[in-house]
């Protein structure tokens, strides 16, 4: 066994989060088996790109081939759409095609996945972005330094972010309306949010829910937390990276930038924690928002767009998602996250993981760069559907179809707030996602629940990060 890959143990843990528990449970063999490596001339010489199924429509797919092909004719590339319920389920399947011996060249992984990949399966990009230094300046001068922060374990980068979405608050206008309240200020506070959510809900009937979220680790009760000066672990920097701020950021823009991002020590009873808990229990009790339901957000949707929720988290994704959903851009606006001891706002981003076990992986990194580049996004993201991690693909002309009118709020989230950082993503983030799901259900059942839910959580969470994934 090598300890370039995850070892047995730790592929059948992770892989017991989706639905490739099963297969890799089952699988009896030698470590050069579970890997592959004993597999010569296993595919037809392709380039392999694994995506979430759902993360890219078909015409974009086509049109990011057919771009590839064009540049790079003696490339064979093939992109495989994994289809999975969530991020969760996505990753457990792509362990479970590296235990087959099937293993993609690329994988297309979100924050959730970045450093559990970085530490085990990926590949650095040090090497290209400083051999290739020259062509890349024009991609980082696009790109805000928090999102290649975002992408970067122990001072090294693993991916070049291509799309992000920061968790800021979309508001029906018509609810606005029927409450005569006025749209909120770039600054509002907490206790503004919650004066809105009174107006709403005096103004509506009973079927209206004022505040809607979904329980999961990106715009759940997070967005709270940071709010609060607060995490659901300690949060801290690691060092390095000096070699990519210096030849890529002026000072003001990389100043206290670091070599990625380290989460450690749960601190799910530290003060902070308990009283977002405490305010997100008091809107259950009071009737201005439901208990969180899991899920990916789509049910909110619906449900938005028809008036019977006022205020919900979401990110630029959610731009396209309720225009297709028939939803007029006047409909609804988006404003920033409320303050309160702070106004940082997380937000998780997205690129391409070039995996240790590839053979091709001079041309894969080919493909990351023309992944990368402005003709080949705007090919892609064409439907308004997440935020490019260009800044110049942000225009009123993108979103003059599809609206917000404040549009400019996704982009400048990251600007105006320099603090906001991605949600905590440890390699662990699978064992970690479970226990803030479970507890964060729990304990808003009752205001009564908070302490004794937390708790609990802090116990499971200090066990989920003692393990060695």
């Known amino acids: 066994m090598t300890d370039s890959l995850f070892s047995r ?75 999975a319920v969530d991020w969760s389920d996505f990753f457990a399947k792509i362990l479970t095609q590296i235990a087959a011996g099937t293993a993609p060249d690329l994988v297309y992984v979100a924050t959730e996945g970045v450093q559990l990949f970085a530490r ?40 070049l972010p291509i799309e992000f979405n920061a968790a800021d608050m979309y508001l029906n ?41 979904t329980n999961r680790l990106w715009g759940g009760v997070v967005p709270w937390l940071f709010a609060n000066g607060t995490n659901l672990l300690a949060e801290s920097k690691a060092p390095g ?38 305010y997100l229990a008091a809107l259950v009790r009071d009737g201005l928002c439901t208990r969180p339901e899991g899920g990916n957000g789509q049910n909110l949707i619906g449900v938005f767009s028809t008036g019977r929720v006022g205020v919900t988290p979401a990110g630029g994704f959610w731009a396209g998602g309720l225009h297709l959903a028939g939803m007029r851009a006047d409909g609804f606006d988006v404003q920033y996250f409320p303050r309160r001891h702070t106004q940082r706002h997380q937000f998780g981003a997205a690129g391409y993981a070039l995996l240790r076990t590839s053979k091709q992986q001079d041309a894969a990194w080919e493909f990351i760069k023309y992944s990368a580049r402005r003709d080949t996004l ?67 059942a009752s205001p009564r629940s908070v302490g004794p839910a937390l708790r609990r959580m802090q116990g499971d969470l200090e066990r989920a990060m003692e393990r060695d994934v």
């Open 9 to 83: 143990r730790a592929l059948l843990r992770y892989g017991a989060y989706g639905a490739g528990a099963a297969a890799l449970a089952g699988t009896a063999a030698s470590w050069d088996r579970l890997t592959g490596a004993d597999i010569p001339g296993r595919d037809d010489g392709s380039l392999v790109v694994a995506t979430l199924g759902s993360a890219f429509a078909p015409a974009g797919v086509r049109a990011l081939v057919d771009g590839f092909r064009t540049l790079h004719p003696d490339i064979k590339l093939r992109i495989n759409a994994v289809q």
């Open 378 to 444: 705007s090919r892609l993201f064409t439907t308004n559907q997440t935020t490019p991690a260009r800044r110049s693909m942000l225009t009123a002309a993108r979103y003059r179809e599809t609206g917000p009118a404040h549009w400019r709020v996704f982009y400048d989230t990251l600007d105006r707030f320099p603090d906001t950082g991605p949600i905590p993503a440890p390699p662990q983030v699978a064992e970690v996602t479970q226990v803030l799901l479970k507890h964060t259900g729990t304990a808003l």
């Open 173 to 213: 206008t018509r609810v606005l309306r029927r409450a005569g309240a006025d749209f909120p200020a770039a600054d509002w506070t907490r206790d503004d949010f919650t004066a809105l959510l009174r107006r709403m809900k005096q103004a509506s009937d009973s079927r209206f829910t004022p505040y809607f979220w």
């Open 241 to 278: 990276g000096s070699w990519l701020w210096d030849a890529f950021y002026p000072a003001q823009r990389r100043q206290g930038r670091g070599g990625g991002f380290r989460w450690t020590t749960p601190q799910a009873t530290a003060d902070g924690v308990v009283e977002a808990y405490d």
């Open 120 to 159: 085990h399966l990926g590949v650095p990009l040090d090497r290209w972005v400083r051999r290739d230094a020259a062509e890349l300046r024009e991609y980082f001068a696009d790109v805000h330094p928090s999102l290649v922060e975002s992408m970067m374990y122990e001072g090294s980068l693993y991916q």
